[in-house]
């Protein structure tokens, strides 16, 4: 069975940070590339970061460039998203998502499988 569980979400003060987990199951994440998505009650789902096959290529959005890092351990077929200083914008539902594309696409409807969701809430 072809699976994605994210994990690490929680509350945590602004300035804060938090690193998300998104662990594959049933398939080798080397052949895919793996996106974070957010969504924020009343708002669309948007994409935040994501990472080539290869690790080699990484994209962010620029209200989270130089705050998140996506990085890949191929070896656990686990993609991580540090997140540091966060802030009150930052809460949603963070989903990871995989697609077999040959770059990043930012677009949720053309990913493949997708995880349940972590929920992150920064609030003092």
């Known amino acids: 069975q072809l699976q994605l569980v994210e994990s690490g979400g929680g509350l945590v003060q602004p300035g804060g940070s938090l690193r998300l987990s998104c662990a594959a199951s049933?398939?080798?994440?080397?052949?895919?590339?793996i996106g974070w998505f957010r969504q924020a009650p009343g708002k669309e789902r948007e994409g935040v970061s994501c990472i080539s096959s290869s690790g080699a290529i990484t994209n962010y959005i620029d209200s989270v460039k130089g705050r998140f890092t996506i990085s890949g351990d191929n070896a656990k077929n686990t993609v991580y998203l540090q997140m540091n200083s966060l802030k009150p914008e930052d809460t949603a539902i963070y989903y990871c998502a995989a697609g077999r594309f040959s770059l990043c696409v930012s677009k949720a409807p053309l990913y493949d499988y997708w995880g349940q969701g972590t929920q992150v809430t920064v609030s003092s």
């Open positions: 049933g398939f080798t994440l080397d052949y895919y590339v």
